[in-house]
């Protein structure tokens, strides 16, 4: 079973090793949480699925995911050191999850022949192609978005963010220990924040110092945002 579909958690490989492993289709929850030195990997190009948390709590730095993987668990690569990813057209199941607490993570792109998601230009994000609704993102929100989704920005080292005026939605945990110092809200209505237990807290913070910090919005909004 190992050799022809599945590597089971807890079974560990010398990093290099795993290409070789050509009829491997999956990689289970959990396969390499918490795999302290591991920071790059090879994957076999029969993959088609990387479990929640696989590469979680690691010292990943760089991946590629090859094309035939169609879908990427929750909390896939949290906790890592990844700087950049590609998205290839193959993947169809994937969410803002995957990045929680990527603080290097600066550059995010997307195969154009991707069916269900999109990278705007120089947007360094991701969006679903069906509506505009932003999954995950490094430091901008494209303009004309309308959701930004659970987690899309958690963890990021970002000091500021611009919410367009577009926006009506903030996922949980959208902004999560973001080292924000100032937040800058166009939307002249407050948006309706998503948050597990309705805590607002859940979607901006607290910073990774703990301190609040100020939100700026349209000035004929003030009242509306008290």
């Given at each position: ?52 948390r ?6 990943l ?8 993987v ?61 509506d ?95």
């Amino acid at each position: 079973r190992l050799f022809n579909e599945s590597l089971p958690a807890g079974t560990l490989f010398t990093f290099d090793e795993l290409k070789y492993f050509t009829n491997l289709k999956r990689i289970e929850n959990d396969e390499f949480y918490y795999l302290m030195g591991l920071e790059h990997i090879e994957l076999p190009s029969s993959l088609i699925y990387i479990g929640d948390r696989a590469f979680a709590m690691t010292d990943l730095k760089e991946i590629s995911i090859p094309e035939g993987v169609e879908t990427i668990g929750l909390f896939a690569f949290a906790y890592t050191s990844l700087q950049s990813f590609n998205l290839p057209a193959s993947v169809n199941a994937f969410d803002g999850s995957a990045f929680v607490m990527c603080d290097l993570l600066s550059e995010i792109t997307v195969d154009a022949e991707n069916a269900k998601f999109y990278s705007p230009s120089g947007s360094n994000a991701i969006m679903y192609r069906s509506d505009p609704s932003l999954v995950v993102g490094c430091s901008t929100i494209p303009e004309g978005t309308l959701v930004i989704g659970p987690y899309a920005f958690s963890g990021r080292n970002i000091t500021s963010i611009k919410i367009p005026a577009t926006v009506h939605v903030i996922g949980e945990s959208a902004f999560f220990t973001c080292p924000l110092e100032s937040v800058y809200d166009f939307a002249t209505e407050p948006q309706t924040l998503v948050s597990e237990g309705g805590f607002a807290v859940d979607v901006f913070g607290p910073s990774h110092s703990g301190d609040t910090y100020p939100i700026y919005v349209p000035a004929q909004s003030v009242d509306a945002y008290k």
